[in-house]
């Protein structure tokens, strides 16, 4: 991928880092050159939704462990989930950097479709 011109990111620098937080992917879908590489938006947009997935089984772990009130077997749960998520993420970190397309399943064919739209 080629180098932007005007801050010295490649893209696949800034899709790796539109991966830290939402926040850096939000800024990249704005801010020229990166919002005009369909790269760079594809990782920008993967990035939102698997922060958004994140939250959503996060939130339903948290309802589920406070049904149960805390009950012993849902420990492990909650840190399985967390090692599951660490590693997707690392995993679209390295892909990006990497200059590849990983597409996750549903949403990377959501980002794909948002990334080539406009």
């Not at 939000?26 to 994140?54: D, T």
Request: charged share 10%; glycine share 4%; hydrophobic share 60%.
């Amino acid at each position: 991928m080629p180098a932007s011109a005007q801050s010295g990111l490649s893209d696949n620098a800034a899709g790796a880092i539109a991966y830290v937080t939402f926040i850096p992917a939000i800024v990249f879908l704005m801010m020229p050159p990166y919002n005009a590489s369909p790269y760079v938006r594809f990782h920008s947009w993967q990035s939102i939704f698997l922060c958004v997935a994140a939250f959503l089984v996060n939130v339903f772990i948290d309802m589920l462990t406070l049904i149960t009130f805390f009950m012993a077997p849902f420990a492990w749960l909650v840190r399985i989930v967390t090692v599951l998520w660490m590693l997707l993420w690392l995993v679209c970190v390295i892909q990006a950097l990497n200059g590849k397309r990983y597409k996750l399943p549903i949403i990377g064919n959501i980002a794909e479709r948002l990334a080539t739209a406009g």
